[in-house]
């Protein structure tokens, strides 16, 4: 079909654009058993070649495009017309984010040094600037949700990605009387932040439902609107009424630090955190009735926690766990993962005591991140040579918020629906 629009005479015309849009972009047609090809369309604000300073104009998918790459693939110009266009084959259960970028003569790739360590860094260095060029699909028909941060990303899926129906009602008006947002100030950590209490559902004893605690709490109140998709779910019963406490990272400088693997982190959060969040509402206190998610820095922290204090945290969503922490060779030299030793939490599980408490564990990781792949399939190895039940499933995507979003809701689901 694409390809059929693209040698119309009309292709450019307003009428064209106007078929484009009411079917939305991506177009997705199949290719064989196992693959759909995707289509992209951008329309050129400037007009034609003669009328344009847009000289490229890069797709950025999460986990395809190569972002260490000299010279990334561009759409193509159809000539004579304002039409982009560019196709990619791909599985049929893929899920992804995606950015285009058009640039001007300015914005160009550089002329790269021969020596390979300088031409990494000046490459890396020239495809960050392009960060801010960055834009949403407008021709993209599929909604991302509310959220107060404007994003420069747009979805894409393959006919058989993962189900996220949930998330759509991502739009829809919730009880925000039942959220209450507070600042937490530690004295063991000497900071404060932000951190959301949201009580789902009616439980018929309080002090018995269940926590869930997530990590980068920011992200699902600010960027992914999570309250409204638990809402509604737990209203459909598709989920068990709930206490979830969501917690700020604070920054970036803050989020290094405190999520891999550090020790006052967790026992700020069972000495100080909890007891007031318990305060404002009736939780269980008991692990088994205790889930802690998180995802990338956080799928690493979650599991931490459950190793560490599994009588307080015995369930664990850990979603594209950086379990590689603290050898960064497994993401900078992926090519040498088999002579790495491997990261410091997966050496701690295997050398569990025996003694400890029992945790229930959901791994899940995306086939294009190779590397969170790799560690993770590592730690399940781990996890499941030291008598933990541990469940490990690859997703067809990306490091991507967009593959998290439905993962998040489907483990947490699962865990919750197996407590007694």
Known sequence: ????????????????WQKVASHGTPIVEPHDDRHVKMTWLWRDPAGDERHSPIRRVYADINGITDHHSTSPSSLTRLPGTDVWYGAAVIDRRWRGSYSLIPITDRDLPPVFSDDETLRDRQQRAWWVSLFPLAIADPLNRLSLGPSHRPRPVSLAQGPDADDQSAWQAADRPWDEARLQLFQWRSERLDNQRRVWLYASGDAAVEANRPLVLLLDGQNWIERHALLPVIEHETARGHLPPACWLLIDAIDGEHRENELPCNAAFWQAIIEELLPQAQKREAFSEEGARTVVAGQSYGGLAALYAGVHWPERFGHVLSQSGSFWWPTVQFVTQFEKRHELEEGWLIRQVRQRDAAAPTLTVIQQAG?????????????????????HRAEYRVFSGGHDALCWRGGLVDGVRQLLSAMK
């Open 367 to 387: 086939d294009r991140e190779a590397d969170i792949e790799f560690v993770n399939r590592q730690m399940h190895q781990a996890l499941t040579a030291a008598g």
């Open 1 to 16: 079909m694409a390809a059929q629009w693209l040698r119309e005479e009309a292709a450019g015309q307003p009428a064209w």
